[in-house]
DNA sequence: TATTTTAGTCAGTCCATATGACGAAAAGGG
DNA sequence: CCCTTTTCGTCATATGGACTGACTAAAATA
C-alpha cells in the first residue's frame, strides 16, 4: 500500500543537486509524503479505492450536493473529467446523483454516509500528516509556514 | 498543453471551504501555477514536447551521463517508467543513450547539447515564475516561505 | 415560437505510471 | 573455471486520469 500513490506530476526523488532546487520541487516533495500519509492512511482505514485524483471532488462538494458542471469548475478539470470521477465513487458508493429538482438537464452529485466519512477521515488524517511534518521542522516553524502559503494561496486566488 | 490553471472566473459555488484548507492543498495550489508557467515556457521557447514528467529526469542525470536504473531509483519510479521517459526525450534529440563501456548490460543516458539547452531554460523559467510569485507575496516573505520549504525539504530527505 | 446556451453523455485518444516475464551480462563462491 | 545469483534493461500489457470532439435534451432567451 506504501506506493499506493500514484500523483499526475512525476514525485521527487532524492539528491537533485543545490541548482536544481526549484520552488516547485520544493512544495512537491512535502507534498508527496502527505499524499503518501493521507491516501495510505485511507486504505488502511478500509477505503482503499480513494484515490488522489478524488480529493479535487471531497474538497469542493457541498452538502446539500453539488452538480458535475460545477464540481468540474472547481476542480479545473472538464466534466467529462469529473464524470469519470464521479463515476468511480458513485461505484463505489461514496457518492450518488439524484435529480436536480430545479433542472431537468441536471443532475446533483452528493455525498453518501460512507462518503462523508471519507471527507472526514481525510481531514483527519491530513492534520495528522501535517503534525508529523510539524514534528520535524518544529511547531513554530510550520505554523508560519502554513500561514505564507495560506497567504500566497489567498493572492492565487484572487487572481483566477 | 494542460490548463492546469485555467484564467476563468470562479464559478457559483464558493471556494473550498476553510477546513478543507489541508497543507496538501496549500503546497499543490502555487505548484501547479509554477508548472504551468516553466512548461508553458518550454513551449513557447521551442520545446513544446517537454514535460512536466520528464522534469525527474533533467533533475537528477548527471553530466557525464546517468544509467536508466539510476535515474529511476532517484527518480523514484520504475526502470520501465523512467525508460519510457527516456525514449520519448531520445525521439526528441534530448538526450542519447550509450553502451556504458563498464558493463556490458548497461546504457548510459546523456543530454545532448539540445538538453542541455532545455535544463538550462527550465531553470531559468523556474527562477521567473518564483520571482512572479514573490511580487504576489513580497521579497522578503517569499525568501521566508523559501528558507522553510528548504529546511523542511533536508529534514525529509535525511529520512529516505 | 425559434434560436442559442447549458448540462451531461458517448466515444476515442494520450500520457504517465504500474506489473510480470524475460534474455543477457556481471559478480561471486566453490 | 564453472554454476548460481544478482543486476540491467526490454517487451508486453494494464490502469488511472486527464484531454477533445460530437452529440442529446432541457432551459433560457430573443
Redesign the interface.
Known amino acids: 500500500m506504501s506506493s499506493a500513490v500514484s500523483l499526475?506530476?512525476?514525485?521527487?526523488?532524492?539528491?537533485?543537486p543545490e541548482?536544481?532546487?526549484?520552488?516547485?520541487?520544493?512544495?512537491?516533495?512535502?507534498?508527496a509524503?502527505?499524499?503518501e500519509r493521507?491516501y495510505g492512511g485511507l486504505a488502511a482505514r478500509g477505503f482503499p479505492d480513494i484515490r488522489p485524483a478524488h480529493?479535487s471532488l471531497?474538497?469542493?462538494i457541498?452538502p446539500e450536493g453539488?452538480r458535475l458542471t460545477?464540481l468540474a469548475?472547481?476542480a479545473?478539470m472538464t466534466k467529462q473529467s469529473m464524470a469519470y470521477l464521479v463515476q468511480s465513487l458513485s461505484e463505489g458508493g461514496y457518492v450518488e446523483t439524484v435529480p436536480d429538482p430545479e433542472d431537468g438537464r441536471a443532475r446533483l452529485v452528493r455525498l453518501t454516509p460512507r462518503g462523508r466519512q471519507v471527507l472526514e477521515t481525510l481531514?483527519a488524517l491530513?492534520?495528522e500528516?501535517?503534525a508529523a511534518?510539524a514534528a520535524?521542522?518544529g511547531a513554530r516553524?510550520m505554523a508560519?509556514?502554513?500561514g505564507?502559503?495560506?497567504?500566497?494561496?489567498e493572492?492565487?486566488?484572487a487572481e483566477?
Open positions: 499526475r506530476h512525476p514525485p521527487p526523488g532524492r539528491n537533485a541548482s536544481h532546487r526549484t520552488l516547485g520541487w520544493l512544495l512537491r516533495l512535502p507534498y509524503v502527505l499524499a493521507v480529493g471531497f474538497r469542493h457541498r453539488s460545477e469548475e472547481q479545473q481531514l491530513s492534520a500528516a501535517e511534518l520535524r521542522l516553524k508560519r509556514l502554513r505564507l502559503l495560506e497567504e500566497l494561496a493572492r492565487l486566488e483566477r
